[in-house]
């Protein structure tokens, strides 16, 4: 079983205040740059104290001193969930688990992004001979458990591959989810969410499907179906 995330990527506050109040029974919402740089610290404690749980995803991917204090900020806002990148190092990723420690707060690091296909994917970290992109997932899973994070961002396509590595406790959050047919717009590794959750996903993340779709509240509950 599967906990359903929605993505908030639209850049109205107030637009994200009306798609909260069209989806009752919302467990978790998304909020990334798009939104945040709109509503600011404020629309965070709005989600809180309407009973979402939040997840800030700024993927943060910069020196140790900048990435902790802003781990520290973001638990001090109350955010549930929040995403440094694996690429940012060892060091950088201990000094964020250890900001992270002792707080509410779960960080769990991004991996390879679902919009990425292999080749545009090794083309940008100069290797252009490499092909698996699996592999490389799962050397970065690695990473992370090693620096004390508390989970792994991966595509559908990973998750069994990083299971093992990752153990049990730690949670897996899936991005690049859609339903048969549905849109698959940027992204590139994807799946639908029953088998997302089948295969061991502990978080499935999913924007534009509900958010844009007529009846968000009806394919939120699906989704929430399928992932049971
Ligand atoms: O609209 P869609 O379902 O594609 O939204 C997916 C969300 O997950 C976006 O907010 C995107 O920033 C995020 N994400 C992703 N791939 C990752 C990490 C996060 O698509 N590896």
Redesign the pocket.
Known sequence: MAEVIV?F?MPSPDDARRMVERIPGLKWV?V?PILYLNGGPQLVREFKNRGARVFL?FKWHDIPNTVSGAVRAAADLGVDLATVHTLGGAEMMAAAAKAASGCDLRLVG?SV???HTSQGYFDSVGRPESSDLTGEVVRLARAAVAAGLGGL?ASPLEIQAVRPVLGAGRWIVV???RRAGSDP?D?HRTADPASAARAGATHL?????VTQAADPAAVYQEICASAA
């Open positions: 993505a990527d998304k990334g995803d991004v992004l679902t919009s961002v991005p690049g989810i717009g992204q993340v999913v924007g534009r499907p």
